[in-house]
């Protein structure tokens, strides 16, 4: 289907601005042409040859095209986030007065919950026992973080001073910048303390990252993923090992054996009860009726409960 300039040209200038001006990545410049070259076929299949002629109808019916052709919501999101993208730089450019897909909400998409690994699963991802440092730091990350609900970005972001070992505790600075201390025991405190010892055959100068590369710099998400991913087929684990999978599992588990969802939402370092509940399986239902149990002025005669 061929496509006149007057729809093509304004989308060729807002890629050159995102590349040049804020930075656009490959990989979203991609998606952004794959999300609006469809929409211009859409455009262009209803006779709409021009920009400023995209009103928010037009835009519902382009979220409604894409459910019918079987998208899922977090895909129409895309679609959406890309044509407003453009918009917002049709308005910048003067072009139009205003942004058409601003009012047009994106379908909601339900929170899904990670897998999380049962006991038997984490002891055998854990039976790490070569003395290779490579090794010896990897276990102790996979430790760490299932010891103490660590998010990856937690994890690699820890340097060395904010571990105190003695008492078992970790400073954390965890999304928003917000601090934390959060303990760890066990065999996580002694393969970290197997780490400690070990870490300068890694350090190539200055590094105050606990975590490093066997470059001997801070080491990085991607490697981070890509090890425990590895250690998951080595240790002929049949689920698929990532960090989230991990600090999924902590909760899980620490909710399972305490009960005690404050406590875990302390130690996850949630800012909403709500992100701790879906990381453990409970539901509002189960929540109401502790809370009817429990609460002193909640609590119905029995009366009321025939």
Same mark, same amino acid.
């Given at each position: 289907?061929?496509?006149?300039?007057?729809?093509?040209?304004?989308?060729?200038?807002?890629?050159?601005?995102?590349?040049?001006?804020?930075?656009?990545?490959?990989?979203?410049?991609?998606?952004?042409?794959? =999300?609006?070259?469809?929409?211009?076929?859409?455009?262009?299949?209803?006779?709409?040859?021009?920009?400023? =002629?995209?009103?928010?109808?037009?835009?519902?019916?382009?979220?409604?095209?894409?459910?019918?052709?079987?998208?899922?919501?977090?895909?129409?999101?895309?679609?959406?986030?890309?044509?407003?993208?453009?918009?917002?730089?049709?308005?910048?450019?003067?072009?139009?007065?205003?942004?058409?897909?601003?009012?047009?909400?994106?379908?909601?998409?339900?929170?899904?919950?990670?897998?999380?690994?049962?006991?038997?699963?984490?002891?055998?991802?854990?039976?790490?026992?070569?003395?290779?440092?490579?090794?010896?730091?990897?276990?102790?990350?996979?430790?760490?973080?299932?010891?103490?609900?660590?998010?990856?970005?937690?994890?690699?972001?820890?340097?060395?001073?904010?571990?105190?070992?003695?008492?078992?505790?970790?400073?954390?600075?965890?999304?928003?910048?917000?601090?934390?201390?959060?303990?760890?025991?066990?065999?996580?405190?002694?393969?970290?303390?197997?780490?400690? !010892?070990?870490?300068?055959?890694?350090?190539?100068?200055?590094?105050?990252?606990?975590?490093?590369?066997?470059?001997?710099?801070?080491?990085?998400?991607?490697?981070?993923?890509?090890?425990?991913?590895?250690?998951? =087929?080595?240790?002929?684990?049949?689920?698929?090992?990532?960090?989230?999978?991990?600090?999924?599992?902590?909760?899980?588990?620490?909710?399972?054996?305490?009960?005690?969802?404050?406590?875990?939402?302390?130690?996850?370092?949630?800012?909403?009860?709500?992100?701790?509940?879906?990381?453990?399986?409970?539901?509002?239902?189960?929540?109401?009726?502790?809370?009817?149990?429990?609460?002193?002025?909640?609590? !119905?005669?029995?009366?009321?409960?025939?």
């Amino acid at each position: 289907m061929s496509h006149p300039a007057s729809l093509t040209e304004p989308l060729e200038l807002f890629f050159d601005y995102m590349i040049r001006e804020r930075g656009l990545s490959s990989f979203t410049e991609k998606n952004y042409r794959q =999300q609006l070259d469809v929409i211009v076929d859409f455009m262009v299949s209803h006779e709409v040859t021009r920009w400023d =002629q995209l009103d928010a109808s037009w835009v519902r019916q382009i979220t409604s095209q894409a459910k019918r052709d079987g998208l899922k919501p977090g895909s129409i999101s895309l679609r959406l986030s890309a044509l407003r993208s453009f918009l917002d730089f049709l308005v910048l450019r003067g072009t139009l007065n205003a942004n058409p897909a601003k009012g047009v909400s994106a379908p909601k998409q339900g929170r899904t919950l990670p897998k999380n690994l049962d006991v038997d699963e984490i002891n055998q991802l854990m039976s790490v026992d070569e003395d290779d440092p490579l090794a010896i730091r990897d276990r102790a990350m996979m430790e760490l973080m299932y010891g103490a609900g660590l998010r990856l970005s937690e994890l690699i972001n820890l340097d060395v001073k904010d571990v105190a070992m003695r008492k078992g505790d970790l400073r954390v600075i965890g999304k928003g910048d917000k601090e934390r201390v959060v303990p760890f025991a066990g065999q996580a405190k002694e393969w970290l303390f197997n780490w400690m !010892r070990i870490r300068s055959q890694l350090l190539k100068g200055p590094e105050n990252a606990l975590f490093l590369s066997k470059l001997g710099n801070r080491i990085s998400a991607r490697a981070v993923q890509k090890r425990m991913a590895e250690w998951g =087929q080595k240790q002929a684990v049949n689920s698929h090992i990532n960090p989230h999978k991990l600090r999924h599992s902590f909760a899980t588990h620490m909710l399972e054996s305490s009960g005690d969802l404050r406590a875990v939402q302390e130690l996850l370092g949630h800012a909403d009860l709500s992100t701790t509940q879906v990381y453990t399986h409970l539901d509002f239902q189960h929540l109401a009726k502790v809370y009817d149990a429990a609460h002193p002025r909640a609590r !119905r005669r029995k009366s009321e409960r025939k």
